[in-house]
């Protein structure tokens, strides 16, 4: 059983320019939600989607979108990327229903803005 | 004022020493109560949880709410190397997943 998939797992971009981040959640799992940390910092909650439709958000500029295909996967789209933006983007999977507090979290997606 | 406050230490400890780590929070609707372990380079993975306040133990890790102080902690008994990590505190509202809030995380190493 896959757990939680993100890709690419390294990528370089400069100021200005615009990226796509992709997550498989974890079989049977029907809600993704997106996270940037910071090196040292905690994971901070950007938004999540369940049901193909943003259900929640953080504190996070209208420059970050994102989408949920009916498969349950999920794209994090960043447009004009600032030096800021530089961060771990971690997706985690969850099941709506019975949600005790469990998130499945991929290994991240490592940004690097110069 | 953030939402909730976690110590980065580090905290440095030798090998069987109990440990204690805590956070505190502002928001009181919070209800589920968790900790995560994040090992470097990888993703943060659930340790335990708690819903309102008490206390719950596995094996060597107690988790500890209280929610009249708005405070929790988490104890490891008998600490190893492989317990070196960062660990995250992390809170929600209400159920169904809505929205996670996680603390700073502290780096915690075990030393042989």
């Known amino acids: 059983d896959a757990g939680v998939t993100q890709s690419p797992t390294h990528l370089i971009k400069t100021r200005g320019q615009q990226v796509t981040l992709r997550c498989s959640p974890k079989?049977?799992?029907?809600?993704v939600s997106w996270y940037q940390q910071a090196l040292g910092q905690g994971p901070q909650f950007i938004f999540q989607?369940?049901?193909?439709?943003?259900?929640q958000r953080g504190n996070f500029p209208d420059r970050f979108s994102g989408h949920q295909f009916p498969n349950y996967s999920s794209e994090l789209n960043v447009n004009a990327l600032l030096l800021g933006d530089s961060a771990l983007y971690l997706c985690?999977?969850?099941?709506?229903?019975?949600?005790?507090?469990?998130?499945?979290f991929g290994e991240g997606s490592r940004l690097t803005v110069l | 004022q953030k939402e909730v406050e976690q110590d980065p230490g580090p905290l440095s400890v030798p090998e069987g020493a109990i440990v204690s780590l805590n956070c505190t929070y502002s928001?009181?609707?919070?209800?589920?109560f968790m900790w995560y372990r994040q090992y470097s380079r990888k993703g943060p993975e659930l340790l335990m949880y708690?819903?309102?306040?008490g206390n719950k133990e596995d094996g060597r890790f107690t988790a500890q709410v209280d929610k009249s102080s708005k405070y929790i902690s988490l104890f490891i008994r008998d600490s190893q190397p492989s317990d070196s990590a960062t660990y995250l505190c992390?809170?929600?509202?209400?159920?169904?997943?809505?929205?996670?809030?996680f603390g700073a995380g502290t780096r915690l190493f075990v030393k042989a």
């Open positions: 985690a999977s969850s099941l709506r229903q019975g949600w005790v507090g469990e998130l499945f």
């Open positions: 079989s049977g799992h029907d809600t």
């Open positions: 989607y369940y049901e193909e439709e943003e259900r």
């Open positions: 928001n009181s609707a919070f209800q589920y």
């Open positions: 708690t819903y309102s306040s």
């Open positions: 992390a809170m929600s509202a209400d159920t169904g997943g809505f929205k996670t809030i």
